[in-house]
């Protein structure tokens, strides 16, 4: 890790709680200094780890404090030979309310520019989990957060599940609570919500992973998750306005999943 890092302090205030002011700072630490260019993310993890968010749904009651990004420069000919295809490591740090409350961290084209945004699990002290991408400099869009502390969300996956062209981000709102499939579509800028479904879920207290994901067999994108009392395992699809659930099958462990998420 090279020393002498330029750190640069960033406040971004999340829409779900501008109204009650208070102040959300992310520290972005560039710990590769190079010039300015065209950037693409390559990889993400989480760093920092922390106790102060004392929750332990995924088995444990440490979370992390920060998310280290690491991209690489794409500028052709702009850029000179030392600079060209240099890597670069930014860390986005967290400020004591929030942590990183996930299993890890998730690269997809939310945006639709052709290079991929991280997408994660940030938790509130206060306000619980939301959904939020970020670029390797800044927070892109957030869902709201839950409203409650101690209240979590898992993600299903990213991508352009009806076809228009735009991109959706799944997940279960509350997956031992409410069991509330939710979708919200990235446009404009910005993050809405676009359709939901109850009596579904995708994990349980204490598992280090989350079940399901995305598949496509052929007829288009399908959400794998679980019925709410993990008896079946439920394949959902978004055609644009509502969702649709149907039966493929029993449940008996990760290896249905695995299955289902193969097509067979």
Not at 2 to 19: I, S
Request: charged share 25%; proline share 3%; hydrophobic share 40%.
């Amino acid at each position: 890790m090279t020393t002498g890092a330029r750190r640069l302090t960033r406040c971004v205030w999340p829409r779900a709680v501008r109204r009650v002011r208070h102040s959300l700072c992310v520290v972005l630490v560039l710990l590769v200094p190079v010039a300015a260019a065209a950037e693409t993310i390559t990889s993400a993890r989480y760093t920092e780890p922390t106790t102060r968010y004392a929750h332990g749904v995924l088995g444990d009651a440490v979370e992390h404090g920060a998310l280290e990004i690491e991209t690489k420069n794409n500028s052709g000919d702009a850029l000179s030979s030392d600079t060209k295809d240099r890597n670069t490591r930014y860390v986005l740090r967290l400020p004591v309310e929030r942590v990183f409350e996930d299993t890890q961290p998730r690269l997809a084209d939310v945006d639709g520019d052709g290079k991929p945004e991280v997408i994660v699990v940030e938790s509130h002290q206060n306000f619980g989990a939301r959904l939020a991408v970020y670029t390797y400099k800044r927070l892109l869009a957030a869902t709201p957060y839950i409203g409650t502390r101690n209240r979590w969300l898992a993600p299903i996956g990213i991508a352009d599940m009806d076809g228009d062209g735009r991109i959706e981000l799944a997940y279960i709102d509350r997956p031992h609570l409410a069991k509330t499939l939710r979708v919200w579509r990235f446009a404009n800028g910005d993050l809405t919500e676009v359709a939901t479904l109850g009596n579904l879920t995708n994990h349980r207290i204490g598992e280090r992973d989350i079940a399901g994901g995305l598949r496509d067999c052929g007829s288009g994108t399908e959400m794998i998750v679980a019925r709410a009392d993990w008896q079946r395992l439920m394949a959902v699809t978004f055609d644009g306005k509502s969702l649709k659930a149907r039966d493929i099958g029993g449940h008996t462990n990760r290896d249905s999943f695995a299955a289902a998420l193969g097509c067979k």
